[in-house]
């Protein structure tokens, strides 16, 4: 199996940073991708950035400009940058993985326990 350990979430004025950490750990044989969605109350989850293992990035335009998703391959541990962080990120922020539990396996995807972001404004 598969496991996510996220830390980093926390009360932070607006304008101000954070930075979220997500670390895989278990049976691992390649991590395809990691990355982090959010999920506002009342809302639906949705992704805000991601890195391939070829270190690709994506992220959601509403954040573009001010997060960055960054990759240790080593650790397989991702660090969200999240700066200029405005009232409406405040979310609880997920972490994800896809990965190969072995040569042979089928694609694994994990999500981590969540944690909260809260921005007053």
């Known amino acids: 199996q598969v496991q996510l350990v996220e830390s980093g979430g926390g009360l932070v004025q607006a304008g101000g940073s954070l930075r979220l950490s997500c670390a895989a750990s278990?049976?691992?044989?390649?991590?395809?991708?990691m990355g982090w969605y959010r999920q506002a109350p009342g809302k639906q989850r949705e992704l805000v950035a991601a890195?391939?293992?070829?270190?690709?990035?994506n992220y959601a335009d509403s954040v573009k400009g001010r997060f960055t998703i960054s990759r240790d391959n080593a650790k397989n541990t991702i660090y969200l940058q999240m700066n200029s962080l405005k009232p409406e990120d405040t979310a609880v922020y997920y972490c994800?993985?896809?990965?190969?539990?072995?040569?042979?396996?089928?694609?694994?995807?994990?999500w981590g326990q969540g944690t909260q972001v809260t921005v007053s404004s």
């Open positions: 890195v391939t293992s070829g270190g690709s990035t």
């Open positions: 994800y993985v896809e990965a190969y539990t072995s040569r042979y396996s089928l694609l694994s995807f994990v």
């Open positions: 278990g049976n691992i044989f390649s991590i395809n991708s």
